[in-house]
């Protein structure tokens, strides 16, 4: 009786795992198109870390920050946008899956003049969330999380 008992446990506690492995794996999110794409680190080490201490407040403040200590900007206003590009052609040399990605955001963001509307203009965040919209279009299959 008692193994009768414990086949019985192990066959539903077995069933009941893979009903809940199917249900995570087709279920339907919610989330942010972004969250699925693992897009590495855009950024230099020594930029990041030199705005994050104290972390600036506000949607540009950081980004801003980021963009002027990599030499991304010419001024406040004005891309440089040889600098950029050299520096995300270099990235993807790190990251060669990455390679159409970068080429799709030179072309969507570096090479044309954009807006993405905050409620007062920033530069450095135009040209960032570009990149990331730019390069979540053409995620490589590997990096693709949902």
């Known amino acids: 009786m ?3 008992f414990l086949c019985l446990v192990v066959f539903v506690t077995t069933s009941y795992g893979d009903l809940l492995t199917q249900e995570r794996s087709r279920g339907a999110t919610l ?9 590495p680190e855009l950024g230099d080490s020594k930029p990041l870390t030199e705005c994050s201490k104290p972390k600036l407040l506000g949607p540009c403040n950081d980004i801003q920050c980021v963009f002027e200590k990599s030499g991304f900007l ?21 990251h060669d899956s990455w390679t159409e990605a970068v080429e799709r955001a ?7 003049e ?20 730019a390069m979540l279009k053409k995620c490589p299959q590997e990096a693709w999380k949902c």
Do not use: M
């Open 2 to 4: 008692f193994r009768l």
């Open 106 to 112: 030179i072309a969507d963001c570096v090479d044309k």
């Open 74 to 94: 010419v001024d406040r206003n004005t891309l440089n946008k040889d600098v950029y590009k050299k520096h995300l052609r270099k990235w993807a040399e790190a």
């Open 31 to 39: 989330k942010p198109i972004s969250a699925c794409c693992g897009i």
């Open 114 to 133: 954009l807006r993405q509307y905050l409620d007062y203009p920033c530069r450095a965040y135009d040209v960032f969330t570009c990149t990331g919209i």
